[in-house]
C-alpha cells in the first residue's frame, strides 16, 4: 500500500492539466459564489450556453419536469478526484458517467442532472471551462439533460480546487433486476470489461509515472450495455453494479452479504489489461481491490451466462466481457478466488482502499 | 465592508461546536469515503438508522422510488457555511431546509432528498453525528424523505471540516406560480418574514460577537406558508423566491431583470428585528442584502396583497409577514427604495456578497 497522502499537500488540481494559464488569466473570486451579479454572469455566460436545454435556461429555484410514466430512480455521488484531470478522462466526464452509470446499474433510463460545484477561491476560469466542456460533452453522450444547478466558492485553503456533486433522475424499466439479496446458487457471474483501469490510470497521474503506454480509465457510460443486457435477457438479469471505489473485491462482497451466499471467481477468467498488470505487480496491488467507472459485475441466473457475455462483447465498450465465476451455497469465506496457480483463497474485503481521491 | 477571510484559515469547523470533544474520541478516516468495510459501517451504524425509511434502507446504487402523478420539481445545493454551527441552526438544518424551500417556493411538494457529504479527515465523529441528527429532525420536521446518500473523505487541508450536497425532488402542485417573467404593474409584493437573520447570525457566530441578545437565524421550512398561500389565493400568486445569498435585494433584481418592469419597495415597511438593525447599524450592511434561510419575497396579483399578508400572518413562521412593494413600470432604475427618510433611490444589486459563506 502506498500513502498518497503527501502529495495532497501540493495544488493537486494543476497536475496534469491540458490547459495552459496566460498571464493574463481570469481566476475564479469568492464573489462569483454569493449570489449576486457575478454569480449570475458565470452561470449565465459559462455554463448555461454549455448545458442549454429547455429546462436549465429558466434558472428557477427548481427545474419544472415533465410527469415520469413509471416508478423513479434517484441518486447522488459527489466527486473529489485527485488530479482534476487524468489519461482517459477528469473530474467532469467522472461526474455525469458515475451518476448516470447509478442510474443504469439499478436498472432506469437516466433523464436528468443536477450540478453542484463547490470551487476554491483562485481557481482558474480556464480550467473550469475545461471541465465544463467535458460535462457538457459526456451529458450529450449519454442523453442526459443537466437542469439544476449551484455554485459556492470558498476561500483559498478551504477546498483542494474543484469538488463536484451530481443528482440524477431516471425512470425505471421493467423488467428491473431485483438485486443482489435474489441470488441463487448456480448463479453466474460476469465483468463487462478489463478492470481496474480508473484507478490505476488516476494513481499513475497523480505519481506522474512515466509509463508506457499509459493506463487508460474506463471512465465511460454503461447505458448501452444495460439496454443490450435488458433486450437480450430480460428477466434472467438478477443485479448489477459497476465496480468503483473498493473495485469488484468489494461489489462482490456486498452481493455475498446481501445473499448469505458465497461468491466464487476465477482469476484466470478476469480480464487485466497488460499496463493495469504492470503496474499492480510492480506496486504490490491487486486489481481486484481497484476502482473502474465504466466497468461493472453482472449476476445472472444459471444458465444464461454465456447469452450475457455474448450480449457485450457485441458493443464495442464491452467487447472483452468475460464470465468469471459462480454463485455458490454458504461456505467458510464470503468470496473466494481460484488463483492462477490454482489453489482456492478468500478473497479480502477491502477495509479502505489503497488509493484515496479516485473520484 | 469587513474582511472575513482571515478567519477561515483557523479550523473554523470548531467554532461554536455544541459538542465537547473527549480524550478518546473517534474521528473520521480515508478510509471511511473509500467504499469498503469502513465506509459500509459509518453509513450503515450512524446514518441510515437516523434517516430510517423505507427506501433508503436498500442501500442500492440508486434509491427506487414510486411513481409521481404530476410534472416534477428538481433542485441541488451545497452548502459550505462557517463556522458550521451558529445560533438557530447548523449545516444540517441548512441543507435540509434551504432545498426543501427551493422546492417549496417553486410550487412543489417536497417528496425525497439525497445528501451528499465531503468529510475532511480527521473530522470528529461526535461533531458528525450531532449534524446528522440535526439533519434528521429537519427532515422528519418537514415530511421529506432522505433516499439516496454518499460519504467522501479527503485528506486533511483538502476541505473545511464538512462540506454538505442535498438534491430534492418534488411533485408540483397546481396552480404553479407562473414566475417573475408573468409580472404586471401594480402587482403586489411581500416578505414574509423579518430579513437578514440568518446571515447575521452566521457573521455573529463567526466573529464571536459578544451580541445579547443574540441574533437567531430564520433557518426553518417554508412548506406551510407556500401551502397556506396556495389555498387562500391560488392562481393570485405570480412568484416566490426564498432570498438567500444576496438577500431580498438580490431576488428583486433578478425579477425586474425578468419582467422587464421596476420593482419599488419602502424601507418603513420592512420588518428588521432589533438585533439585526443594531449589527448592521453598527457595521455599516444593508439587511436587504443579508442572507435569509426561511423569509421568501412573494409577488401577488394587484388587490391579493392583503389576503396574502393575512393568510401569512396566521401562521407562527409568518406572523410578522408585510406588504412592501409594488411593481411599477420601467424607470430608470430596476429596483427602487422609498428610504425612511422619504427619498427614492435605486437599491444595489450586490455585486458578491458582504460575507461570504454564509450557506
Redesign the interface.
Known amino acids: 500500500m502506498i500513502n498518497m497522502?503527501s502529495k495532497?499537500?501540493l495544488v493537486s488540481w494543476q497536475m496534469n492539466c491540458p490547459v495552459s494559464i496566460p498571464e493574463n488569466a481570469e481566476y475564479v473570486?469568492?464573489?462569483?459564489?454569493?449570489?449576486?451579479?457575478?454569480?449570475?454572469k458565470l452561470i449565465q455566460e459559462r455554463i448555461v450556453h454549455l448545458l442549454n436545454n429547455e429546462y436549465l435556461v429558466?434558472l428557477?429555484?427548481?427545474?419544472?419536469?415533465?410527469?415520469?410514466?413509471?416508478?423513479?430512480?434517484?441518486?447522488?455521488?459527489?466527486?473529489?478526484v485527485?488530479p482534476l484531470f487524468f489519461p482517459g478522462g477528469d473530474i467532469g466526464s467522472l461526474a455525469v458517467f458515475g451518476t448516470v452509470?447509478?442510474?443504469a446499474?439499478?436498472g432506469?433510463k437516466p433523464l436528468?442532472l443536477?450540478?453542484?460545484?463547490?470551487i476554491e477561491e483562485g481557481f482558474p476560469l480556464a480550467i473550469l471551462d475545461r471541465i465544463l466542456k467535458s460535462i457538457a460533452r459526456a451529458a450529450q453522450e449519454t442523453g442526459i439533460k443537466v437542469?439544476?444547478?449551484?455554485t459556492?466558492?470558498?476561500?483559498?485553503?478551504?477546498?483542494?480546487g474543484l469538488?463536484i456533486?451530481t443528482?440524477?433522475?431516471?425512470e425505471?424499466i421493467t423488467p428491473?433486476p431485483p438485486?443482489p439479496a435474489t441470488l441463487q446458487v448456480d448463479d453466474e457471474l460476469i465483468i463487462s470489461g478489463p478492470i481496474g483501469r480508473h484507478g490505476i490510470a488516476v494513481l499513475a497521474a497523480r505519481e506522474e509515472l512515466a509509463l508506457e503506454p499509459l493506463p487508460l480509465s474506463d471512465c465511460g457510460s454503461l447505458i448501452r450495455p444495460v439496454e443490450r443486457l435488458r433486450n437480450e435477457l430480460g428477466d434472467q438479469v438478477r443485479c448489477l453494479?459497476?465496480a468503483?471505489?473498493?473495485g469488484v473485491a468489494?461489489v462482490l462482497?456486498?452481493w455475498a452479504e446481501a445473499s448469505k451466499l458465497t461468491l466464487s471467481i476465477n482469476e484466470r477468467s478476469i480480464p487485466v489489461s497488460p499496463e493495469v498488470r504492470g503496474v499492480c505487480e510492480l506496486l504490490g496491488l491487486d486489481p481486484l481491490h481497484m476502482?473502474n467507472e465504466g466497468t461493472m459485475v453482472i449476476a445472472v441466473k444459471q444458465g444464461s451466462g454465456a447469452a450475457a457475455v455474448e450480449a457485450l462483447q457485441s458493443l464495442s465498450e464491452t467487447a472483452d466481457a468475460r464470465l468469471i465465476g459462480t454463485v455458490n451455497s454458504q461456505g467458510i469465506a464470503p468470496v473466494t478466488i481460484r488463483r492462477t496457480l490454482g489453489s482456492e483463497q478468500p478473497l479480502d474485503?477491502?477495509?479502505?482502499?489503497p488509493l484515496?481521491?479516485i473520484c
Open positions: 497522502q495532497n499537500n473570486t469568492l464573489a462569483h459564489g454569493e449570489g449576486g451579479r457575478l454569480s449570475r429558466a428557477n429555484d427548481s427545474a419544472q419536469l415533465p410527469s415520469v410514466n413509471g416508478p423513479l430512480a434517484l441518486t447522488t455521488d459527489s466527486f473529489v485527485s452509470n447509478d442510474l446499474v439499478s432506469a436528468w443536477t450540478l453542484s460545484l463547490i437542469v439544476a444547478g449551484d459556492k466558492v470558498v476561500p483559498r485553503g478551504a477546498a483542494d469538488f456533486n443528482a440524477g433522475v431516471g425505471l428491473i438485486g453494479r459497476d468503483t471505489r473498493g468489494a462482497h456486498e476502482a474485503d477491502p477495509l479502505g482502499s484515496p481521491r
